[in-house]
């Protein structure tokens, strides 16, 4: 094929098989940024072949996140600490009564219950403390029970000492003077013993109470009476 003379520049299209080609040259262009949203590709079984479903993922503005993203915290360890405390007072607890039982032995009657009594409720709380430990509810119940039970055991035993003094006086041959200064000494340490007991407990019941107030304290919904 020859060059049209009235074609200036030159071949402008070539002829290859028959076919004509034409070559058009563009500047290169940069694509803008688009926002893209996910896509998910299901399976039809019966047609064949795959369909593409756009989803829409719904950002949390506070976070940035989606809003479909949970978080899971790690339970406190509140619970286990304290429970961890009580089992401590408990064998403390234990260990002092053992030291004392020649004591308690000698004085017979009375001093033997409480001290069993007093073996019994630390039992309880060394068992409270260590279903604490696993984030069992029912251990705190059984923990403020066993505190619960020694106030009324102290306090109880409060209330016995006047009768106590009074067989003591006896046995010793006091005068009625020393009887009723002792009467007045004696009223004075029970109720003040009252109270100090009461006071000492109930802190005790607070610190047992805790994990309750804790937020996400990880404890089951087991419970003491079912």
Request: net charge negative; glycine share 12%; hydrophobic share 45%.
């Amino acid at each position: 094929m020859q060059p049209d003379e009235n074609t200036p520049g030159g071949i402008n299209d070539s002829v290859i098989s028959g076919d004509v080609h034409h070559h058009h040259y563009q500047p290169n262009i940069t694509p803008e940024p688009q926002n893209v949203q996910p896509q998910s590709v299901m399976i039809d079984p019966n047609a064949g072949h795959s369909q593409i479903q756009q989803q829409t993922v719904m950002i949390d503005p506070n976070t940035g996140l989606p809003q479909n993203v949970i978080f899971i915290q790690q339970p406190s360890a509140g619970p286990k600490v304290v429970g961890i405390l009580i089992i401590v007072f408990g064998v403390i607890t234990i260990i002092g009564e053992a030291f004392s039982i020649g004591d308690t032995i000698a004085l017979g009657g009375l001093f033997i219950v409480l001290s069993v009594a007093n073996v019994g409720i630390s039992g309880g709380l060394i068992a409270g403390g260590a279903m604490m430990t696993n984030y069992q509810k029912r251990g705190v119940h059984l923990s403020l029970l066993m505190i619960v039970i020694s106030t009324i055991i102290g306090v109880v035993s409060l209330t016995m000492m006047p009768g106590m003094l009074d067989d003591l006086a006896e046995e010793e041959g006091l005068s009625d003077q020393e009887r009723e200064e002792l009467d007045q000494v004696s009223g004075a340490v029970v109720g003040f013993g009252a109270i100090f007991l009461v006071l000492c407990n109930g802190i005790c019941g607070l610190i047992i109470a805790i994990p309750l107030m804790i937020t996400n304290n990880g404890l089951d919904d087991s419970s003491l009476l079912g």
